[in-house]
């Protein structure tokens, strides 16, 4: 059976968080005690709840069972859907954000117990066997050093999480704050945002000026910043059982070729294909 907060509890835990304005700049109080390998924590969040930044001082997983989450670190933006989990290295700050109810479950790995996982924020796919075992983690809720059971489980955990298959789902930000309003407002409506000129005078910038901020901040033409967002968004919509047609008219493509041959140049294969291939992996 998984954990679950009520809303009571929910608002106690982030109590010590707010009496203080901001998160601590490291939070060690989840972090696996002497003895422990692995510690766990279990929320159910309400739509719109917002983690501000912080930072751990253990390795994490984290995995929502349910909904969507919005996570952030530096100018790093990812959109993680079921079916995925994002990997966060020891000390590194990131907030998060719940568009919707997100159950989560998290993970926190000593630091050294999984050397062989990338030193970067890494999106993971998760298949149904590791969904499981992070459940099963999560209902004990430590995994002992001296427990053969919890050991078991553990390194079960780790050669999943090693051999999980990464997925290009994330978009640098950037710092400039009217080029940030220009990709705020096409993350929040990729149907419907007005064109580039448009976007820009919104901005009080012109659009040369915002060109040459997305190429100074993110490394990418405006252009190829938005490609970068669409398909970000449409592994979110696609892992979520929408339909190629569905997609590629949600995330503003006219016409499906047209957003399925970005798809292949970029993952190599057809959405549908990307699909069959994370059904077969479950």
């Known amino acids: 059976m998984e954990l679950a907060l009520s809303q ?13 304005g901001r998160f601590p ?23 719109g709840f917002h983690v501000p930044e912080h930072a751990h001082g253990s390795d994490q997983m984290i995995y929502a069972t349910r909904g969507v989450m919005e996570i952030a670190s530096g100018q790093s933006f990812w959109l993680i859907p079921p079916h995925f989990a994002i990997w966060i290295p020891a000390r590194t700050p990131y907030n998060i954000r719940m568009p919707g109810a997100v159950s989560m479950r998290t ?10 996982l990338p030193s970067a924020c890494t999106v993971l796919h998760v298949t149904p066997l590791l969904r499981e075992l992070v459940v099963e983690a999560v209902r004990i809720g430590q995994l002992r050093r001296r427990n053969s059971m919890h050991s078991a489980l553990r390194d079960l955990i ?7 298959a990464p997925v290009p789902s994330f978009v640098t930000l950037p710092k400039d704050d009217r080029a940030l309003g220009v990709a705020r407002a096409v993350m929040a409506n990729l149907r419907d945002c007005g064109s580039f000129q448009v976007l820009c005078e919104q901005a009080g910038a012109s659009p ?9 901040d993110v490394g990418l033409s405006f252009e190829s910043w938005r490609r970068q967002f669409r398909l970000m968004k449409a592994i979110e919509l696609l892992a979520g059982g929408c339909t190629v047609k569905e997609v590629a008219f949600e995330i503003g493509y006219h016409q499906p070729s047209a957003f399925v041959e970005v798809f292949r140049q970029t993952l190599g294969a057809t959405p549908k294909s990307w699909v069959s291939s994370l059904q077969k992996a479950d």
């Open 8 to 20: 009571d509890r929910l608002f106690r835990h982030n109590i010590p968080l707010m009496r203080q």
């Open 25 to 47: 700049r490291l939070l060690t109080e989840y972090d696996p005690k002497p003895g422990v390998s692995i510690s766990t924590l279990a929320y159910e969040y309400p739509p």
């Open 107 to 116: 993970l926190y790995l000593r630091p050294g117990l999984a050397s062989r």
């Open 158 to 164: 780790l050669c999943h999480l090693q051999n999980a």
């Open 208 to 216: 040369r000026t915002i060109q040459r901020i997305f190429l100074r």
